[in-house]
């Protein structure tokens, strides 16, 4: 029954990284929105299981910020902006889906391998755990490599979070005070980046960020 | 001895007598599903019988290739059906061939059917085949990457003994087994020309995979062809039914009761997995064909993913 109880929690942290690689391969705007409050929802489940494991009751607390900020705050207003920018029917990649994905999997690899050599004393399973939240914060990053639009880069930096509330909820005893501080931070920076977004659609008529690349400031 | 080809036996027969009845069950709920009423569940029996009655029509230039072809395909088919454990595990013919072997066969039943799509020199049939080989050069890697990490985690590649092992506590919920069911879900719906990469309710439709290499046939060439392809269905669903829902399964030798028993919950599973068949592809549009080797490669990673976890 025990082993059980770990292997739930082993599962669910594996179907946090089995959305990220969902996402990487979803390259539609809005079903990338809906994967991305699935993500959160998973994490919440994760984050509330290790709560019931470790007995302990913050845990709780930090699942309901991602249920409820992440699962559905922050992509019902993502949704509503990219229907107000008129682009939730495009994605433009900067590399394919076939070569991201390959990517991916060297990324999950890689974190796994090192997560594993890096602590040999720890248990296999939570090891594995933290393996995987470093997959999930890399995957977020490839997103975000490989997507040139704003919208979708947002949502690669906010699976990046989910990643890191995954390992330390996994790692036993983070402070309640810098779960909270996290979650705000986030939600400032979702602020900044959606009025960001606008200006930047005012600017250059588009949310695709090469053509910031071009930009060589105000002039005169 | 006598009992165990029995038993055999009847696996055998049982398989072929209720996959068009699978079939039928699938439209039936697609159909109730779209607020129609749809045929009856027993239509597909209909159509094989009508199709049986029927003349054979082959084009002038055909050979002896596309009349043997749905035979084999069909004798392939069946063969790999007869070694799935259904509603028993360690079935006598189970112990002949592994999971990989399955597989072969599925592959050579596959292989004739593209032989066949191309034979009459059709546009369609070749439109057809070459699409099937660009599926199946994604799909089988895939599914012998589920193969590898189901049989990393059972110690074994024989279904019979998987199903056992997978049946025990010892299996426990791995992310590897997850991965790999993820994997055989998208490699049968790929491979049994499901809506997402095939539709199944059409014939003339630009964008189809089977029904193009199937159009030249007719009568009971026909209709042997379409039975091996309802036996694939229930295939991949007693595949999947026996690897990751192996509770209930009738061990060998386990009596009249045990079989009847394991039986029931066979038909049960089929029931669940055929409903849900039909609900997703109720809710998904098709994809094009140029995304369906994206979408089978990400079971490809899936699998490779699952394998790889397991080195750890």
Same mark, same amino acid.
């Given at each position: 029954?025990?082993?059980l109880?770990?292997d739930i929690?082993?599962?669910?942290?594996?179907?946090?990284?089995?959305?990220?690689?969902?996402?990487?391969?979803?390259?539609?705007?809005?079903?990338?929105?809906?994967?991305f409050?699935?993500?959160?929802?998973?994490?919440?489940?994760?984050?509330?299981?290790?709560?019931?494991?470790?007995d302990?009751?913050?845990?709780?607390?930090?699942?309901?910020?991602?249920?409820f900020?992440?699962?559905?705050?922050?992509?019902?207003?993502l949704?509503?902006?990219?229907v107000?920018?008129?682009?939730?029917?495009?994605?433009?990649?900067?590399?394919?889906?076939?070569?991201?994905?390959?990517?991916?999997?060297?990324?999950?690899?890689?974190?796994?391998?090192?997560?594993?050599?890096?602590?040999?004393?720890?248990?296999?399973l939570?090891?594995?755990d933290?393996?995987?939240?470093?997959?999930?914060?890399?995957?977020?990053?490839?997103?975000?490599?490989?997507?040139?639009?704003a919208?979708?880069?947002?949502i690669?930096?906010?699976?990046?979070?989910?990643?890191?509330?995954?390992?330390?909820?996994?790692?036993?005893?983070?402070?309640?005070?810098?779960?909270?501080?996290?979650?705000?931070?986030?939600?400032?920076?979702?602020?900044?980046?959606?009025?960001?977004?606008?200006?930047?659609?005012?600017?250059?008529?588009?949310?695709?960020?090469?053509?910031?690349?071009?930009?060589?400031?105000?002039?005169? | 001895?006598?009992?165990?080809?029995?038993?055999?036996?009847?696996?055998?027969?049982?398989?072929?007598?209720?996959?068009?009845?699978?079939?039928?069950?699938?439209?039936?709920?697609?159909?109730?599903?779209?607020?129609?009423?749809?045929?009856?569940?027993w239509?597909?029996?209909?159509? =094989?019988?009508?199709? *049986?009655?029927k003349? /054979?029509? !082959? @084009? $002038? #230039? &055909?050979?002896?290739?596309?009349?043997?072809?749905?035979?084999?395909?069909?004798?392939?088919?069946?063969?790999?059906?007869?070694?799935?454990?259904?509603?028993?595990?360690?079935?006598?013919?189970?112990?002949?061939?592994?999971?990989?072997?399955?597989?072969?066969?599925?592959?050579?039943?596959?292989?004739?059917?593209?032989?066949?799509?191309?034979?009459?020199?059709?546009?369609?049939?070749?439109?057809?085949?070459?699409?099937?080989?660009?599926i199946?050069?994604?799909?089988?890697?895939?599914?012998?990457?589920?193969?590898?990490?189901?049989?990393?985690?059972?110690?074994?590649?024989?279904?019979?003994?998987?199903?056992?092992?997978?049946?025990?506590?010892?299996?426990?919920l791995?992310?590897?087994?997850? =991965?790999?069911?993820? *994997?055989?879900?998208? /490699?049968? !719906? @790929? $491979? #049994? &020309?499901?809506?997402?990469?095939?539709?199944?309710?059409?014939?003339?439709?630009l964008?189809m995979?089977?029904?193009?290499?199937?159009?030249?046939?007719?009568?009971?060439?026909?209709?042997?062809?379409?039975?091996?392809?309802?036996?694939?269905?229930?295939?991949?669903?007693?595949?999947?039914?026996?690897?990751?829902?192996?509770?209930g399964?009738?061990?060998?030798?386990?009596?009249?009761t045990?079989?009847?028993?394991?039986?029931?919950?066979?038909?049960?599973?089929?029931?669940?997995?055929?409903?849900?068949?039909?609900?997703?592809?109720?809710?998904?549009?098709?994809?094009?064909?140029f995304?369906?080797?994206?979408?089978?490669?990400a079971?490809?990673?899936?699998?490779?993913?699952?394998?790889?976890? =397991?080195?750890?």
């Amino acid at each position: 029954m025990d082993k059980l109880v770990f292997d739930i929690a082993h599962l669910l942290a594996g179907s946090v990284l089995l959305v990220s690689f969902m996402m990487l391969y979803q390259n539609r705007l809005s079903a990338l929105l809906n994967l991305f409050a699935l993500h959160a929802v998973i994490l919440a489940f994760s984050v509330a299981w290790q709560a019931h494991l470790q007995d302990a009751p913050h845990l709780y607390v930090t699942a309901m910020i991602a249920l409820f900020f992440k699962a559905l705050f922050i992509p019902l207003a993502l949704h509503r902006i990219v229907v107000r920018l008129n682009i939730h029917r495009q994605i433009e990649n900067v590399v394919g889906v076939g070569p991201t994905m390959l990517l991916g999997m060297g990324l999950a690899a890689l974190g796994m391998l090192l997560m594993v050599r890096i602590t040999p004393d720890s248990d296999l399973l939570g090891r594995e755990d933290l393996g995987f939240a470093l997959s999930t914060v890399m995957l977020g990053l490839l997103l975000m490599v490989a997507r040139r639009n704003a919208v979708s880069q947002v949502i690669g930096f906010m699976s990046v979070e989910n990643g890191t509330i995954l390992a330390a909820t996994g790692a036993k005893g983070m402070p309640m005070v810098v779960e909270i501080s996290v979650a705000f931070s986030i939600l400032i920076a979702f602020i900044v980046i959606g009025v960001f977004l606008f200006r930047i659609r005012e600017r250059f008529d588009t949310v695709d960020l090469q053509a910031l690349d071009q930009f060589r400031g105000e002039q005169g | 001895m006598i009992i165990d080809l029995l038993t055999q036996g009847v696996e055998m027969i049982l398989v072929l007598a209720i996959a068009p009845l699978l079939t039928g069950f699938v439209r039936k709920v697609k159909a109730r599903l779209l607020r129609r009423q749809g045929p009856s569940v027993w239509q597909p029996y209909r159509d =094989l019988l009508r199709l *049986a009655r029927k003349e /054979v029509v !082959l @084009a $002038e #230039n &055909a050979s002896w290739l596309f009349r043997t072809a749905p035979y084999l395909i069909f004798a392939a088919t069946w063969v790999a059906a007869a070694l799935v454990p259904t509603f028993a595990s360690g079935l006598m013919f189970s112990w002949a061939a592994d999971l990989i072997a399955i597989i072969a066969l599925l592959g050579s039943a596959r292989f004739f059917l593209a032989l066949a799509g191309m034979e009459v020199g059709t546009a369609f049939g070749g439109i057809g085949s070459s699409r099937e080989a660009m599926i199946a050069s994604v799909a089988e890697p895939a599914i012998l990457m589920m193969v590898f990490t189901v049989a990393l985690i059972a110690g074994s590649s024989q279904l019979s003994t998987v199903a056992r092992f997978m049946a025990t506590a010892e299996a426990g919920l791995r992310v590897s087994t997850g =991965l790999a069911l993820f *994997a055989l879900i998208i /490699v049968a !719906l @790929a $491979e #049994n &020309a499901r809506i997402p990469v095939d539709n199944p309710a059409t014939h003339l439709e630009l964008t189809m995979v089977h029904e193009a290499m199937v159009l030249e046939y007719s009568g009971r060439h026909l209709a042997v062809i379409e039975l091996a392809a309802s036996l694939k269905l229930l295939l991949y669903l007693s595949l999947i039914g026996c690897i990751f829902i192996p509770w209930g399964m009738a061990a060998s030798g386990g009596g009249i009761t045990g079989y009847l028993i394991g039986s029931l919950l066979y038909l049960a599973k089929l029931g669940v997995l055929g409903l849900g068949l039909a609900l997703f592809e109720s809710a998904i549009a098709k994809m094009r064909v140029f995304r369906v080797p994206q979408f089978v490669g990400a079971a490809l990673m899936l699998g490779l993913l699952g394998t790889l976890l =397991l080195f750890f």
